[in-house]
């Protein structure tokens, strides 16, 4: 191999390796933008503030407001009742409501998360769908309530004593909606006023479309990649 196509090529391999780093490096931040906008909107979501230890619990729930009936609190993991999330989760017996910063957009969808259970020391339950996960629209979030707030709708998650089973509930503004522009809250009651327990809580709106920045950044993307295959043309004519 001659020195000047010896040259050539590792400045084609150079070129290569430019481009897969641009590459990369595009879908590390297109990565970055879709955890962002994937972003759970509730705050303390999976009662890990404040930090317990083995065998702890506290009646302190912050970012919460909590009804002046309920007998809970959070509570450290226990063998009577493990979470997947976290070390730590909320135990109550009545209602616990949060507003939420999210305003309420036109056509937008929103997804509401929770898992409940029940410690295996507690065992209820007569009833079988005990939990209600909420999601409500305006007002204010006081006492475990949403106060002045609409009932937009939510699920009903029957606990097993031991384990933490999801519910979901899925809203999208329909058109003309009279709640547009107001704040979303979440609401967690015990429907029958038994002792359940909550973890991992989140309300997010899904990241399918890219935004204007996302796709600022495949644009970038595409034009370094394009910009490094006209050089190698170029390069491979003049050679
Ligand atoms: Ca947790």
């Known amino acids: 191999m001659s020195t000047k196509r010896a040259s050539r ?18 879908l590390i931040m297109l990565g970055f933008a879709q955890a ?17 230890t083995a065998g702890q619990t506290t009646t302190s729930i912050p970012s ?9 609190g959070i509570s ?3 063998p009577e009742l493990t979470t997947s999330s976290g070390n730590q989760w909320l135990f109550f017996n009545s209602e616990i409501s949060q507003q939420t910063t999210t305003i309420i957009e036109a056509g937008q969808t929103y997804t509401l998360k929770g898992d409940f259970g029940v ?27 949403v106060p002045g707030g609409t009932f937009i709708g939510g699920t009903l998650v029957g606990v097993v004593a031991g384990q ?20 979303l809250s979440v609401r967690l009651a015990s429907a029958f006023g038994d002792e359940i327990a909550a973890d991992n809580i989140s309300l997010t709106t899904p ?8 796709w ?5 993307g595409l034009m370094l990649a394009g910009g490094a295959a006209v050089v190698i043309q170029r390069r491979r004519v003049a050679g």
Request: glycine share 8%; with cysteine.
């Open 9 to 26: 090529s590792r400045q084609t391999g150079f070129i290569v390796q430019a481009i897969c780093a641009a590459g990369l490096a595009a």
């Open 216 to 220: 600022a950044m495949i644009l970038l």
């Open 36 to 52: 962002a906008a994937a972003q759970n909107r509730v705050a303390n979501p999976s009662f890990e503030t404040p930090t317990l």
């Open 76 to 78: 450290y993991n226990t």
């Open 119 to 145: 410690r295996t020391d507690r065992p209820f339950p007569t009833f079988s769908e005990p939990a209600s996960l909420e999601l409500w629209a305006g007002g204010t979030a006081m006492d475990g309530y």
């Open 207 to 214: 990241s399918t479309v890219p935004t204007l920045s996302e």
């Open 64 to 72: 919460w407001t909590v009804s002046a009936f309920n007998l809970g």
């Open 164 to 183: 933490f089973r999801p519910g979901t509930f899925v809203w999208t503004v329909p058109p003309g909606s009279p709640l547009v522009g107001q704040r």
